[in-house]
Structures are given as structure tokens and as C-alpha cells.
């Protein structure tokens, strides 16, 4: 097994170099890059000849605006601007260097985790994402783990029902679930619970109360849960479906083995059948597949969440960098996520020799 995780490890490497090398070249070549974003925020549409000034991350620059001077320019809108000033420009974003160095030494600094600072908030990368890394940890976290908490044990007793009242009106429910939208639940559990037209049993915005800090333990932990209350529901209804399909369907294919009609014959109860025997081969696939659903869930599920209900974490974060192209902001959450999820792919594999140790990755050659 050593062997195994030494050569996904290393496989790893290409993996991030070649999704990072095809990132920074599309991200590149699209148009709109920061030196865009700070003319447009400069000249303005119709702009008279007048004195302007930028402010961003990267400093302050006070700036001549003459629209009537000529302007031989790469960038779109750079009519009327000095050329020293566009210069400079460039290379307070780092432009003035050539595509591959700039490239190779973001790369460096990634081996170190050394990921610079924002070009338009003047933080460091690195503390934005841990302030907004609680909100998406919680978000992802509980709706991951209640998600599997309900749909393992329904998925056993449809199994167990196949074809009953009971597993045809839970089908009809989860289908149900699964075609509303997680936004449109949100906007309608903001405007029913928290404060819109009807009730005001929920906060909105924030993952605890301002007061956190001078409440009980116990207050603090029913605090943080009535904030996510809401928010949880929303991202956990349309993950139903698929999980709870996956484990009925895991089971019906144990259930008429063998093993399955001995255990049976031996006068064993059927919840006995089916959670000390069928589990172990059942829950292979699904058990496996959590680190993978908690990396999904975490980054890919909660962007609109966030915004429904005023949570400031990784998904609008990462929004936010895109559509002002905040490139370290881009690169490092990308390089982050990604690495993450890579190593989420081998915990999941390394999952299924733990559930079943008669899986062996070596002996196939793997």
C-alpha cells in the first residue's frame, strides 16, 4: 500500500502542473484583466480632460486624463492615458514580464505555499481564504454529513421494501426534492423563516451572532446551528436522489447473493442481514465516495447559497476575484482546490481497503 500512495503522490504532480498551465493560459488570454479593470475605473466613459485618481490594493496613482492624446495601446479603453503610466501599470501587476516567467515563479511560490497578495483588497491571499474558509467548511461539512446521515439508512430500508407503498411514495419525494432548485428553496425558506413576509424564526447574514463570544458554550453551539439552519436545508434537499438511489441499488445487487439467502436461512433478523452482513460489500461505492462529495458540496454548491443568505465565504470569494480578475485571488484557490481534491481522490481510494481489507490496490497492479 506504501508503494500505492507514494505513486498517486507522485502522479499528483503532473496533474496540478497540466491543470494549472491550461487555468493560466485561458484565464490570460481572455480579455478584461486587471490593468483593464484600473483603466475602466480611470477614464470612464465620455471623460473630460481632467486629473483622476486610482486607488487599489496595489497603491494609489494620481493620473492625467486627456482623452484627445494619442495612444498606441494593447489594452482596450487606454486612449487618452500616458504610456509610462499604462508602464507602470504592468509592472505593478507583474505584466511587464514575459507569460512563462510570470508562470514559473507563481508556480515557485506555490511549492511554498506562498500565494502574494490581492491585487484590489491589499490582503494577503492566504488570510483572505482563512477568514472565508470557516463559512464554507460549515456549509459543506453538515450538509455532506446529513446528507449520507439520511440517505444511507433510506436507502437500506427501500432496499428492503423494493417495491412497497413505502418505496415508491420515498422515490416520489426525493424526485420531488431534487427538481426544486437549491437557490429558489433558499429565496423561499428566507422569505417564510427569516424575516421576509412571514415569520422571523432565523437571523440572516453572518455565521453567528455579534454576541457570540460572551455566550455559554452551549448557547454558542445552538447559536451557530440557528444560523445554518436555513442555509443546510437548502443545499441538502437536492442531494438526495442520487446518494439514496446509489445505496438501494448497492443493496439490491447484494441481497440475492448467496451469502445473503445463508444468512436468511439461518434465522437471522433481517436488520441483522442487512447491516452485518450486506453493509460491508453494499456501502463500498458510497461510503468511499465521501471526501469526493464533501470537496464537491464545499465548492461548487454554495456560491448562490451565500448570497441568499449573506454568508461571506470561499464561493463568493472566488466570484468576486473572477469577475474583477483578481488573479493571485484566481490562481491560488485554484491551486488550493485543486491539490485538495486530488488528495480527496486518494483518501476515497484508501477508504475502500479500510472498509473492505480484502481490497488490494498493489496485487492489481494499481
Same mark, same amino acid.
Given at each position: 500500500?506504501?508503494?500505492?500512495?507514494?505513486?498517486?503522490?507522485? !502522479? $499528483?504532480?503532473?496533474?496540478?502542473?497540466?491543470? %494549472?498551465?491550461?487555468?493560466?493560459?485561458?484565464i490570460h488570454v481572455a480579455p478584461g484583466g486587471p490593468v483593464e479593470q484600473?483603466?475602466?475605473?480611470?477614464?470612464? *466613459?465620455?471623460?473630460?480632460?481632467?486629473?483622476?485618481?486610482? /486607488?487599489s490594493g496595489t497603491g494609489e496613482t494620481t493620473v492625467r486624463v486627456d482623452p484627445g492624446l494619442a495612444t498606441t495601446s494593447k489594452y482596450r479603453g487606454a486612449q487618452g492615458l500616458d504610456p509610462e503610466f499604462i508602464a507602470e501599470l504592468e509592472k505593478r501587476f507583474g505584466f511587464?514580464?514575459?507569460?512563462? +516567467?510570470?508562470?514559473?515563479?507563481? %508556480?515557485?511560490?506555490?511549492?511554498?505555499?506562498?500565494? =502574494?497578495d490581492s491585487f484590489f483588497r491589499d490582503r494577503r491571499v492566504v488570510d483572505l481564504v482563512l477568514?472565508? $474558509?470557516?463559512?464554507?467548511?460549515? !456549509?459543506g461539512l453538515w450538509t455532506t454529513l446529513l446528507v449520507y446521515l439520511i440517505c444511507i439508512p433510506l436507502g437500506i430500508a427501500k432496499a428492503g421494501r423494493d417495491g412497497s407503498r413505502f418505496d415508491v411514495w420515498t422515490s416520489v419525494v426525493i424526485v420531488i426534492g431534487t427538481a426544486i432548485p437549491s437557490f429558489l428553496l433558499a429565496v423561499f425558506l428566507l422569505i417564510l423563516f427569516a424575516g421576509g413576509s412571514y415569520l422571523d424564526w432565523f437571523p440572516? =447574514?453572518?455565521? @453567528?451572532? +455579534?454576541?457570540?463570544? +460572551?455566550?455559554?458554550?452551549?448557547? /454558542?453551539?445552538?447559536?451557530y446551528f440557528w444560523h445554518?439552519?436555513?442555509?443546510?436545508? #437548502?443545499?441538502?434537499?437536492? =442531494?438526495?436522489?442520487?446518494?439514496?438511489?446509489?445505496?438501494?441499488?448497492?443493496?439490491?445487487?447484494?441481497?440475492?447473493?448467496?451469502?445473503?439467502?445463508?444468512?436468511?436461512?439461518?434465522?437471522?433478523? *433481517?436488520? /441483522? @442481514?442487512?447491516?452485518?452482513?450486506? &453493509? /460491508?460489500?453494499?456501502?463500498?461505492?458510497?461510503? #468511499?465516495? &465521501?471526501?469526493?462529495?464533501?470537496v464537491g458540496i464545499l465548492f461548487t454548491g454554495s456560491l448562490l447559497i451565500e448570497i441568499i443568505f449573506s454568508l461571506d465565504g470561499l464561493g463568493l470569494l472566488g466570484f468576486e476575484a473572477a469577475f474583477n480578475r483578481d488573479y493571485p485571488v484566481m490562481f491560488a484557490t485554484l491551486y488550493f &482546490?485543486? !491539490?485538495?481534491?486530488?488528495? %480527496?481522490?486518494?483518501?476515497?481510494?484508501? $477508504?475502500?481497503?479500510?472498509?473492505?481489507?480484502?481490497?488490494?490496490?498493489e496485487a492489481r497492479g494499481a
Open positions: 500500500m506504501t508503494a500505492y500512495i507514494v505513486r498517486r503522490l507522485l !502522479l $499528483m504532480i503532473p496533474t496540478l502542473f497540466a491543470i %494549472m498551465v491550461i487555468n493560466f493560459v485561458v484600473i483603466i475602466a475605473q480611470i477614464t470612464g *466613459e465620455g471623460a473630460d480632460i481632467t486629473e483622476r485618481v486610482t /486607488r511587464d514580464k514575459p507569460l512563462h +516567467e510570470r508562470f514559473f515563479g507563481m %508556480m515557485k511560490n506555490y511549492l511554498v505555499f506562498d500565494f =502574494g477568514d472565508k $474558509m470557516p463559512v464554507s467548511i460549515s !456549509l440572516l =447574514g453572518g455565521l @453567528v451572532s +455579534e454576541n457570540w463570544s +460572551e455566550l455559554s458554550w452551549p448557547d /454558542r453551539i445552538l447559536d445554518l439552519a436555513l442555509p443546510i436545508i #437548502a443545499m441538502t434537499i437536492g =442531494g438526495f436522489a442520487t446518494l439514496t438511489m446509489l445505496t438501494k441499488n448497492s443493496f439490491l445487487d447484494q441481497i440475492h447473493q448467496q451469502y445473503v439467502l445463508t444468512a436468511r436461512a439461518k434465522g437471522l433478523s *433481517e436488520r /441483522r @442481514v442487512m447491516y452485518g452482513h450486506v &453493509f /460491508r460489500n453494499a456501502m463500498l461505492i458510497v461510503i #468511499a465516495g &465521501f471526501p469526493g462529495a464533501f &482546490f485543486s !491539490l485538495l481534491g486530488l488528495l %480527496m481522490n486518494l483518501l476515497g481510494d484508501l $477508504m475502500y481497503t479500510i472498509i473492505d481489507p480484502r481490497i488490494d490496490f
